[in-house]
């Protein structure tokens, strides 16, 4: 029988989608790039996998292009919970990692402690509690840093382009905030979905469960729970049971998909989705989760909270710090989405339709919710009752972004991303805020979504040639 179950393991990950159990070299090479594996060491002793494709392919071939000196590096950076290979999902002409490459840039992957790419030290082994005590601010002032000296020392270039996305931008602005000297070192940030200012998030559960983030945190330490979605096999084998074409689970699979991410599935390829779900949760700490839930409770970008006590010994006052961002010395891009549920827009009095009242206003912002809401249930049900795509689309289109018409008649949006206009404001030297330009662009979007490439990383592109 375990033979029989092992052939039967074997012939499912045989026709699965091949990239469901790539890890980043495979997906690198699948494509004919080609793609190494380097090794940052922190200074606390973490070994880090930096994943670098140091040029892309030969014009109309699909190989590898001959070996060159290499361009001007760049370093991306993935968010939270994520890996390195989730930046190498999609296609050539789609994938940043492989426009950057395709265009002549020295492209390095980052990955992070506690991660797929990030369980080994120098003197811990992963199951010592000690080793999961880090949130981003270790990520930023100790493996970014890291990260960044091993990439100019292997590229021998002095400075370097930087690509954040989620918490990679967190940890950027951890580190050149407190340890300027890096800042210097990088030509320009490109900020995708810039997590920093948090306080408008619209996850689902998310503002029920923020008030009692102390309670659920003594209660993952009584439960010894230190680290968060480990990856594994089983995680694969599940997703491509559940989101697989053809699996009755699909709806469920897409339902999910939309209440973590936001409504934009038409620019999602679905038949994927196995693959996405597989790589997109790559590990992390408990206390990362806490230091984001940190920043949505208060919406200030401050250094972990330890409670009074802890604080006063370790910072010498009762609140954690915030993060001088005063200090960051680096030209910096902002980017953001509309759709974003976790940078999100916030309706704010001088957005509020004039001659409203509360009420209506409150009114029509729950059946805007109940909207979302119904597009969730009819991805669960559809395969059940099957509704036609046709169906389907026009119920999504249900929910669409909020628009008014002010006093003089011209079109105003109802909301901003009042977190990335913060942030631009504290920022000595934002070089362009620019939002993706179509209403229901998410978080995720930014590194999965079919026209990324246009909204997105043109512009990007184009950004990275002026520095």
């Not at 989730?86 to 426009?99: N, T």
């Not at 998030?201 to 008030?211: D, E, N, S, T, Y």
């Not at 599935?265 to 693959?275: C, D, E, G, V």
């Not at 790559?282 to 839930?293: D, E, R, V």
């Amino acid at each position: 029988m375990r033979v029989l179950a092992t052939v039967l393991c074997a012939l499912q990950v045989a026709l699965a989608l091949p990239e469901t159990y790539m890890d980043a070299l495979q997906l690198a090479r699948r494509w004919g790039y080609p793609c190494e594996a380097h090794t940052a060491v922190t200074e606390d002793g973490y070994l880090l996998t930096l994943h670098r494709v140091p040029r892309g392919r030969e014009a109309g071939t699909g190989t590898a292009a001959a070996p060159a000196a290499p361009g001007p590096p760049v370093l991306l950076q993935h968010g939270l919970l994520a890996a390195s290979d989730l930046w190498l999902l999609l296609p050539p002409g789609k994938s940043l990692a492989f426009m950057l490459a395709d265009r002549g840039y020295d492209v390095w992957l980052g990955n992070v402690r506690g991660n797929a790419y990030g369980r080994r030290h120098l003197n811990m082994s992963a199951s010592a509690p000690a080793f999961w005590d880090f949130s981003f601010h270790e990520h930023g002032l100790l493996d970014l840093a890291a990260m960044v000296d091993a990439v100019l020392a292997a590229s021998g270039h002095e400075r370097l382009h930087f690509v954040g996305h989620s918490m990679g931008t967190s940890m950027f602005f951890a580190l050149a905030s407190l340890r300027p000297r890096y800042g210097s070192k990088v030509r320009l940030a490109v900020h995708l979905a810039p997590a920093v200012f948090l306080g408008h998030i619209r996850i689902f559960g998310a503002r029920q469960l923020l008030p009692h983030r102390d309670a659920v945190s003594t209660l993952l330490d009584r439960l010894g729970v230190r680290e968060f979605v480990r990856r594994s096999p089983l995680v694969a084998r599940i997703a491509e049971e559940m989101c697989s074409d053809g699996s009755r689970l699909k709806g469920l699979c897409i339902a999910l998909f939309v209440l973590t991410f936001g409504d934009d599935m038409q620019h999602i390829n679905k038949t994927a989705l196995p693959s996405y779900l597989s790589h997109v949760l790559a590990g992390g700490s408990k206390k990362t989760i806490l230091h984001f839930a940190q920043a949505a409770a208060t919406g200030r970008f401050q250094m972990f909270d330890h409670g009074p006590a802890g604080n006063r010994r370790k910072y010498g006052s009762e609140q954690p710090p915030e993060y001088p961002l005063q200090q960051v010395t680096t030209p910096c891009s902002l980017h953001y989405g509309a759709g974003d549920l976790l940078i999100a827009p916030a309706v704010s009095p001088v957005t509020q339709p004039s001659g409203w009242s509360q009420r209506a206003f409150i009114y029509t912002n729950i059946i805007i919710k109940l909207k979302s809401l119904f597009v969730c249930l009819n991805a669960l049900i559809s395969p059940f009752w099957r509704a036609s795509e046709a169906a389907r689309q026009s119920a999504q289109s249900e929910s669409r972004r909020r628009e008014t018409v002010d006093d003089s008649g011209s079109r105003r949006e109802w909301s901003l991303s009042q977190d990335v206009l913060q942030l631009a404001a504290r920022l000595p030297h934002a070089v362009g805020t620019a939002e993706a330009a179509r209403p229901k662009f998410n978080h995720i979007d930014f590194l999965l979504s079919l026209d990324a490439d246009k909204l997105v990383y043109e512009p990007v592109l184009a950004a990275m040639a002026r520095f």
